[in-house]
């Protein structure tokens, strides 16, 4: 059988994990690529360290120009995580003359229009269906399976990690810092977890899925984005009393007016499929004008998932299959956007307001004034007796609201805190609808 030398850059969790299905299962990627995937070299700055692998002798090294110096090698998985030295690996990787797969997608999120350039001048291509949702095949679906519809909704729980913290606090009362401190326990979160929590990442791989669904090019940091690190469980019980569970939810929506774009914890009606995502799953509805509403669920976090998903397309671009899709999509091209980014102070959408009040008449009249003079009509009303854990002689006040500006409901919301008798910062967060 012909040989496909192959090597991987970076022997970290994912590394791992890739070099595991390529030594363990050769015979599996020989039959679905038709050829053998030869694992050439390895190359981390790490040498010394145990992984739970065992790599034929001398494989290893720290030495990328055991890879770049070598022209039987094809094709290299990238799987070295953060911005830079990736972006410079990755560069170095294609100018060898290399195909790269990667799952890297803060590098992409940041330098996708130099990079996909930089491979079209060479005549090379990179795949990188590992950098969203782990081993949910979603950038094939959109890209290629998806290619006959105009896609007009995309919503999604794109980071397993914030999904898991928020399962725990919902499901088992767990405190906040308890549920990090075990996401980073069962390998879920970084040392360092501020990009899972703060909707980092999540708004980071909405980026590349807006790209590939609309043809837009927004910078990931230009997306409007809350993340999970102020999440009390206060209102995750709220939510629940009211029939919701609150998620970590990435929005893409088009309308005539153009594209709706953010991440932000949100409501969602139990029994919605979003809604029953579990641990450190992701999940990703889609809908498309001729299919309809597609619903991809599956780990997006993890060793395996993540190798599961840069084998896979190493084996696509090792059957060339890889290079022709690259060559078609034109992907951060400098073709025109044809849509353009809506302005985020005017969306529609109904709120969930949490207030800490006075607990004296004509509060409430006060607030219902405030939130009607910027057009917010109320849904509905929670108002609970006295938190033992909560301030003397105020109580907790739950708002559902009708559908609203985003621009008005901020506003309200900013004027309602200035009132004597609200004590503290309220709580607003989106409820999903349709």
Not at 61 to 69: A, E, F, N
Not at 86 to 111: C, D, F, P, Q, W
Not at 167 to 172: A, D, F, L, R, V
Not at 234 to 259: C, P, S, T
């Amino acid at each position: 059988m012909d040989k496909t030398r192959v090597a991987i850059v970076g022997f970290g969790t994912v590394g791992t994990g890739v070099a595991r299905l390529l030594l363990d299962h050769g015979d599996r990627t020989a039959r679905h690529a038709g050829r053998t995937l030869w694992l050439e070299a390895v190359v981390d700055v790490d040498t010394v360290r145990v992984r739970d692998v065992e790599l034929p002798q001398g494989l290893l090294t720290d030495d990328l120009t055991r890879i770049t110096g070598n022209p039987e090698i094809e094709v290299v998985a990238h799987v070295v995580g953060g911005v830079e030295p990736a972006r410079t690996i990755m560069l170095k990787l294609l100018e060898s003359g290399k195909n790269v797969v990667t799952s890297n997608k803060a590098m992409l999120a940041e330098h996708g229009p130099e990079l996909f350039d930089r491979a079209r001048e060479l005549g090379r291509s990179i795949a990188f269906e590992a950098a969203v949702a782990g081993g949910i095949p979603i950038i094939a679906n959109i890209s290629q399976c998806l290619s006959a519809n105009q896609l007009t909704s995309l919503r999604g729980i794109l980071n397993g990690t914030s999904n898991f913290i928020v399962s725990q606090m919902e499901e088992h009362g767990t405190p906040y810092a308890k549920a990090v401190k075990e996401a980073q326990r069962r390998g879920y979160a970084e040392l360092d977890p501020t990009l899972d929590v703060d909707g980092t990442d999540a708004a980071q791989k909405l980026a590349i899925l807006a790209h590939l669904a609309f043809g837009v090019r927004v910078h990931w940091s230009q997306i409007p984005r809350v993340g999970i690190d102020k999440l009390d469980p206060a209102d995750l019980r709220y939510a629940r009393e009211l029939g919701y569970r609150i998620k970590l939810l990435a929005v893409a929506k088009l309308a005539d007016e153009g594209l709706e774009l953010h991440v932000s914890p949100t409501l969602v009606r139990v029994g919605r499929p979003l809604a029953e995502v579990r641990e450190a799953y992701n999940a990703i509805s889609v809908v498309g004008d001729a299919v309809g509403q597609l619903f991809y669920h599956g780990l997006g976090a993890g060793q395996m998932p993540t190798a599961s998903a840069v084998v896979a397309d190493m084996i696509d671009t090792a059957v060339g299959r890889t290079g022709i899709t690259f060559k078609t999509l034109e992907l951060w091209s400098n073709r025109e956007s044809p849509v353009t980014i809506r302005d985020f102070s005017k969306l529609p959408s109904r709120y969930y307001l949490r207030f800490t009040v006075e607990d004296r008449p004509g509060v409430l009249a006060q607030i219902a004034g405030v939130l009607g003079e910027h057009h917010i009509s109320i849904a509905s009303v929670i108002q609970h007796e006295h938190a033992p854990d909560g301030e003397a002689n105020t109580v907790p006040l739950v708002i559902m609201t009708h559908s609203a500006v985003e621009g008005d409901a901020a506003a309200s919301t900013k004027e309602i805190d200035r009132l004597p008798c609200v004590h503290g910062k309220s709580v607003r967060m989106r409820v999903l609808v349709d």
